[in-house]
């Protein structure tokens, strides 16, 4: 009998969900679905009773499982009289990103719904792998900024100004979120368990969520927050075709800044003038720089040539050497366009780069590729060799801007004349460029060192743009090869290593060995030990490096016997040990590892990542995240390539975040207590804090009399706040802080203890009732929307961030959904807590307003 009770009682069940479900059907007079056959949107042919608020509407014709749901989030009037609500979708307690839907309703009833529906498959894990802090390294390795706003100290305390305890370090939430960094449509789709951080990062400047899979690591999808950095945009450039370039999108347009790269590039129109202040932006209304808007008698497209370049000049220098614009410290490129009338130069004046528009006589317009390359490599030679820009030291400061022009084209653009300075913006007859670095005597160069063209006056600053030659046709040969008899009426040969290697060869001798007064005696020396730095002694690298300098009659030919390839690999370095371990940074140490040619390089490994190339036997690691394990080892490496087994590994749990530098006596602590209400529970909030500031991580100790049911020792928040609650019952209770403890701190005897008494209130069991808070941030009123399951008094109270109370009310609630609005215009800006109470139970939470 009752099986069969269980049975009819099943029947009836299904069939009343199939009524409902046949009904909602045919009330459908429009429905639009994905492919997947999940709606889109529905328009309903009788609007459908909307009183409640409640997001039963939408599990109804969505088909949501008993893991899904979603929660109001905000509710707008429109222009239309219509009220449109907006939900967001969680599953089982989890935010799923961007799963959000709507309700249209005018007089309470809905009329329409659309929106996105993540459906998360069954069995989706909900419990996270990673900790957040292993995240956040993940997230910030993808990001991989220079500097970060948290790390500037002006910065947090700006972020304090409308937040005490705001701050730009990122803090994760666990949500659910689409892949929408693979490039496979498929796998763009499927959900994914993740941690989402607020990254800001000053340097280069950006903000976007970075949510990193919480599972594996993978950094799964990046979503700007602040849209004006960046821009791609397509141009028709004035030499090299169409070309994607990065703008800044601003005031309803768009202008020829690049915010992605170091400090930024910008692009400025001198409109024929020389006065710098009077420069302005090019700009353009939709981002696609046309060659039928710009290709005019003003040249105007040479500005998106020149955007083009220096992105890929600073490219080219970041990915290739390692360095971060010019400067190596990010260094914003301003670049001038358009300087003066019929201008045949461009120049480096030491902060900026400036570019004549040509007379057509002679050149075009100058900012191509590689004369852009070249005037940035004498930025690059003004940071690290300095060359004197006279005689040899000048003709070398030359070449090598010569030289970053060729590899930037080889790098960029490689269908173009690598080996033609200037090839884009020559004019003048017979001629194919300014320079030519493959045959230097083809522009009146000479090739060889004191050879035929070889410049003996002082015009020209003793011919830098003439004595550069040798020099340029040295790398040549080094990249290209080459044999012939020089001026000397000696005979070479010289097989070529490739341009890539003769990049580093060459930027490692004017960045680490050359003097401002070098000349070509002082670079055959350089170029000899900085190939025998890379790739060892009596390598076939130094071979060719040798016999490229005696074809530019530079010293003698190689006369070593070249020995066998080094594949001996380096013992293992030995003694890993850490020191002087703090919240965010250790320092390394370990002995020195044996090679049978010479250890040229230490690599740190941080978690098993590469973190780090070191010439030393120690390292400091810095940028380590608080109260986190982390295990270090390091491998060697010759100048061959070959790689040492790893060191043994040393693990390392960084400190807690010391309170204070200063170790300050703590003068004052705030004691704040929970006043009358019908409260289930009675709490004390305490703030500590010294010459006005939090103190963080302080371990507090409670001591209560009376009637106590509660454990609430712990340590501060980052605000200095610990929040100690016990269920009360018909005393009253005292609550004494007896002992604090914090880093570097120590407590005056006259605040070392405080109490206060507070009434009791009748006990209630603890019971969360269902809240949501919008908007938040709020501005002049807050709503809260309360589920109850029967009518009753609801008492809404506000304690701002000290835990004083500021708001006291008390709303009548009927059963199902209730919409309570609090006035907020009197409160101060600022982070303020919540605590909902009905006669059912609780909700507590936190807003900001603003």
Not at 287 to 295: I, L, V
Not at 348 to 354: A, I, L
């Amino acid at each position: 009998m009752r099986n069969l009770l269980q049975k009819i009682t099943m029947v009836l069940v299904l069939s009343a969900l199939f009524q409902g479900s046949v009904f909602a059907q045919k009330n459908i007079s429009k429905r639009i679905t994905d492919e997947n056959g999940i709606p889109k949107f529905i328009k309903f042919e009788k609007a459908v009773d909307f009183s409640s608020k409640s997001a039963a509407l939408l599990k109804t014709n969505l088909n949501l499982n008993q893991e899904e749901d979603f929660v109001l989030s905000r509710s707008e009037k429109d222009k239309l009289g219509m009220t449109n609500y907006k939900y967001q979708e969680y599953y089982s307690g989890i935010k799923v990103e961007h799963g959000i839907y709507f309700i249209h309703t005018k007089n309470d009833k809905a009329v329409s719904i659309n929106g996105d529906y993540k459906r998360v498959p069954d069995n989706f894990p909900v419990t996270p792998v990673l900790s957040e802090s292993q995240a956040l390294q993940k997230a910030l390795e993808f990001v991989g900024a220079e500097e970060y706003m948290w790390e500037r100290p002006e910065n947090e305390a700006f972020a304090k100004k409308t937040e005490p305890s705001g701050t730009f370090y990122p803090k994760g939430e666990l949500v659910i979120v689409e892949n929408n960094l693979s490039e496979d449509a498929s796998v763009r789709k499927q959900l994914n368990l993740a941690y989402k951080f607020n990254i800001y990062a000053a340097r280069p400047l950006s903000r976007a969520y970075i949510y990193v899979n919480a599972l594996t690591g993978e950094v799964v999808m990046r979503n700007n927050i602040i849209k004006t950095v960046s821009a791609e945009g397509t141009a028709d450039t004035r030499y090299s075709g169409s070309k994607n370039i990065t703008t800044d999108s601003y005031d309803g347009s768009y202008r020829l800044r690049d915010y992605t790269r170091g400090d930024g590039i910008i692009i400025w129109d001198m409109n024929e003038g020389t006065d710098y202040n009077s420069a302005v932006d090019f700009t353009d209304n939709d981002n696609n720089w046309t060659s039928a808007e710009y290709d005019n008698a003003d040249k105007d497209n040479i500005s998106m040539e020149a955007s083009w370049a220096f992105a890929s000049i600073y490219d080219y220098w970041k990915n290739v050497h390692g360095r971060n614009s010019f400067d190596n410290n990010g260094g914003a490129m301003n670049v001038y366009v358009h300087y003066s009338v019929n201008y045949d130069n461009a120049y480096w004046n030491g902060s900026v780069f400036t570019f004549g528009d040509g007379s057509d006589t002679y050149f075009d317009a100058l900012a191509c590729l590689d004369v852009s390359a070249h005037e940035h490599g004498h930025g690059v030679c003004s940071y690290t060799a300095d060359l004197i820009y006279s005689y040899e030291s000048g003709a070398l400061n030359e070449a090598f801007s010569d030289i970053w022009g060729a590899c930037l084209e080889a790098y960029a653009a490689p269908e173009k004349m690598i080996w033609v300075m200037g090839d884009d913006i020559e004019r003048r007859d017979g001629h194919d460029g300014l320079r030519v670095l493959s045959d230097p005597n083809e522009e009146g160069l000479p090739d060889t060192y004191l050879g035929d063209y070889w410049w003996t006056r002082g015009y020209d600053n003793g011919g830098v743009h003439y004595n550069n030659g040798p020099f340029c046709y040295w790398f040549y040969l080094i990249s290209d090869g080459g044999s012939g008899v020089n001026d000397n009426g000696d005979s070479y040969s010289v097989n070529g290593i490739g341009i890539q290697k003769a990049e580093q060869i060459a930027y490692r001798m004017e960045s680490v060995y050359m003097t401002p007064s070098s000349e070509y005696a002082d670079a055959r020396v350089y170029a000899i030990q900085a190939a025998e730095d890379l790739y060892g002694e009596g390598s076939n690298e130094v071979v060719q490096v040798t016999n490229a300098m005696y074809a530019i009659g530079v010293g003698d030919p190689y006369d070593g016997d070249t020995p066998d390839p080094d594949t001996e690999a380096p013992s293992a370095p030995s003694d890993l040990t850490a020191s002087n371990v703090t919240s965010s940074s250790v320092d390394l140490s370990w002995s020195a590892s044996v090679d049978n040619v010479g250890v040229s390089s230490y690599e740190v490994y941080k978690d098993g990542s590469l973190l780090a190339s070191t010439t030393s036997v120690n390292y400091s690691v810095t940028g380590l995240s608080s109260e986190t394990t982390y295990e270090f080892y390091v491998k060697a490496k010759d100048a061959a390539g070959n790689v040492s087994s790893a060191s043994n590994t040393v693990s390392v749990t960084t400190d807690a975040v010391d309170p204070s530098e200063d170790s300050p006596m703590v003068s004052a602590i705030d004691l704040t207590v929970a006043r009358r209400g019908r409260w289930y529970t009675g709490y004390t909030t305490i703030n500590v804090s010294s010459g006005g500031n939090p103190v963080s991580n302080a371990y507090v100790e409670f001591t209560w009399s009376g009637d106590y049911n509660g454990s609430s020792d712990g340590y501060t928040d980052s605000s200095g706040n610990l929040t100690a609650s016990a269920g009360l019952s018909g005393t009253d209770i005292t609550v004494t802080i007896d002992n604090i403890t914090a880093s570097g701190y120590y407590w005056d005897k006259d605040a070392s203890e405080v109490s206060e008494t507070y009434s009791s209130f009748a006990y209630m069991p603890s019971v969360d009732i269902k809240a949501e808070v919008y908007p938040n941030p709020c501005k002049n009123e807050v709503n809260f929307v309360v589920e109850t399951d029967k009518a009753s008094d609801a008492r809404i109270i506000l304690f701002d961030i000290r835990g004083k109370e500021v708001v006291n009310e008390v709303k009548s609630v009927i059963q199902g959904f209730n919409n309570i609005e609090i006035n907020t215009e009197s409160l101060k800006n600022g982070v303020y807590f919540y605590r909902i109470l009905t006669g059912e139970g609780v909700s507590s939470g936190k807003f900001v307003k603003l």
